[in-house]
T-cell receptor, first 112, second 111 residues
């Protein structure tokens, strides 16, 4: 049972480059989210989705795009990476409101 | 928007001592969840509380939700080195799915 799978695990980007962080879940969960984790800041919500075709902004959406074309996948796109986007990124999914969130292993991104 | 304040930010204890972390909100919460993140790992769900005054136990862990549903606590009795990690509280705003996390409490345990 794979759960939530994030790729890649590590990535180094140069300022201005673009990339997509992949997130896939095999639990048929409707709800998916992206968080970034920085020291002392906890987990901050970037974007979330309540179903295929539906996305919304979280607390820190600037510089990131998302789409949800299928229930399984929720990629996070950085269009023009900046050093301020150096962080650990977590994808999470859950079956519904007021249910537990299942997290992926995380992607450690460094922008130089 | 709605936020929760977690205290303390850090706690260092000797193995065998008790530990408590608190999660406080200025507004009423519909639910509170607790997660644990081991160093280098990802957050793992521990429990959810939804009822006023609710108390739940998991072995040495005791979770409480305040009567006014504005605060919550996690208490660990007789800490062990396996308890090391960051403990987060999180909440959702009613029917809104958005899951918002506190900043967490980092627990270190001296063996």
């Amino acid at each position: 049972n794979a759960g939530v799978t994030q790729t890649p695990k590590f990535q180094v980007l140069k300022t201005g480059q673009s990339m997509t962080l992949q997130c896939a879940q095999d639990m048929n969960h409707e709800y998916m989210s992206w968080y970034r984790q920085d020291p002392g800041m906890g987990l901050r919500l970037i974007h979330y989705s309540v179903g295929a075709g539906i996305t919304d902004q979280g607390e820190v959406p600037n510089g990131y795009n998302v789409s949800r074309s299928t229930t399984e996948d929720f990629p996070l796109r950085l269009l023009s990476a900046a050093p301020s986007q150096t962080s650990v990124y977590f994808c999470a999914s859950s079956p519904g409101v007021e249910t537990e969130a299942f997290f992926g292993q995380g992607t450690r991104l460094t922008v130089v | 928007g709605q936020q929760v304040m977690q205290i303390p930010q850090y706690q260092h204890v000797q193995e065998g001592e008790d530990f408590t972390t608190y999660c406080n909100s200025s507004t009423t919460l519909s639910n509170i969840q607790w997660y644990k993140q081991r160093p280098g790992g990802h957050p793992v769900f521990l429990i959810q509380l939804v009822k006023s005054g609710e108390v739940k136990k998991q072995k040495r862990l005791t979770f409480q939700f305040g009567e006014a549903k504005k605060n919550s606590s996690l208490h660990i009795t007789a800490t062990q080195t396996t308890d090391v990690g960051t403990y987060f509280c999180a909440f959702q705003g009613g029917s809104n799915y958005k899951l918002t996390f506190g900043k967490g409490t980092l627990l270190t345990v001296n063996p």
